[in-house]
């Protein structure tokens, strides 16, 4: 599976816009880009998955550039509750899920 | 449904001690894992399942056993616990097909050996 690469660490005031980045140059044509969070130290949340279309759903919208090579999560209004670890993760989507987990992006929202 | 539950949720151990991590799902999923998360750090695959009967291992094997006799139980076995075996332990499972791209995870169970 592909490496990905966050930054360690990320700040946003309640209810802007959080703007998360990840690169995946490594990325191979059949893999996905997945992201889940970890808030506190509850068990990880899948929020949205993408191959090459940008996606949305109630939780947040992804966005994959053309090259596929990075990709940014958009949280649109993030509330307190938002304050989470967030984990970029690029695999192919066959067989069993062996998610390989980063460091993710720690993501504090200001009131 | 209950989704992932898992059993106990903090746990101290001496060195040397066994113990057992209950994982259980009510979802009929196919594919279960455990994973562990040491301080600071993402998640790393212990031991995953494809299906009763069917285990493999993950990342980090070293230390631990699983077994999968029924769809719904993965429980994870620590032989003679080691202070590096100290982490929060994760249980998730996941269906499969079209629609196997979310991983459902339990609350996590929380080891110290000491």
């Known amino acids: 599976d592909a490496k990905t690469t966050q930054p360690p660490s990320m700040d946003c005031a309640e209810g802007r816009a959080a703007n998360l980045p990840c690169n995946h140059s490594t990325i191979s044509g059949n893999e996905y880009v997945y992201w889940y969070r970890q808030i506190h130290s509850q068990g990880p949340q899948y929020i949205i998955h993408g191959l090459k279309n940008n996606e949305t759903n109630e939780m947040a919208s992804l966005i994959i550039t053309e090259d596929r090579k990075s990709s940014t999560l958009i949280l649109p209004h993030a509330t307190l509750r938002d304050t989470a670890v967030y984990y970029c993760?690029?695999?192919?989507?066959?067989?069993?899920?062996?998610?390989?987990f980063g460091q993710g992006t720690r993501l504090t929202i200001n009131p | 449904n209950a989704g992932v539950t898992q059993t106990p949720k903090f746990r101290i151990l001496k060195i040397g001690q066994s113990m057992t991590l209950q994982c259980t799902q009510d979802?009929?999923?196919?594919?279960m894992y455990w994973y562990r998360q040491d301080p600071g750090m993402g998640l790393k695959l212990i031991y995953y399942?494809?299906?009763?009967?069917?285990?493999d291992k993950g990342e980090v094997p070293n230390g631990y056993n699983v077994s999968r006799s029924t769809t719904e139980d993965f429980p994870l076995r620590l032989e003679l616990a080691a202070p590096s075996q100290t982490s929060v332990y994760f249980c998730a499972s996941s269906t499969t097909g079209l629609s196997s791209y979310e991983q459902y995870f339990g609350p996590g169970t929380r080891l110290t050996v000491t």
């Open positions: 399942s494809v299906g009763a009967g069917i285990t």
């Open positions: 993760i690029v695999r192919a989507h066959t067989g069993a899920q062996k998610l390989v």
């Open positions: 979802m009929n999923h196919n594919y």
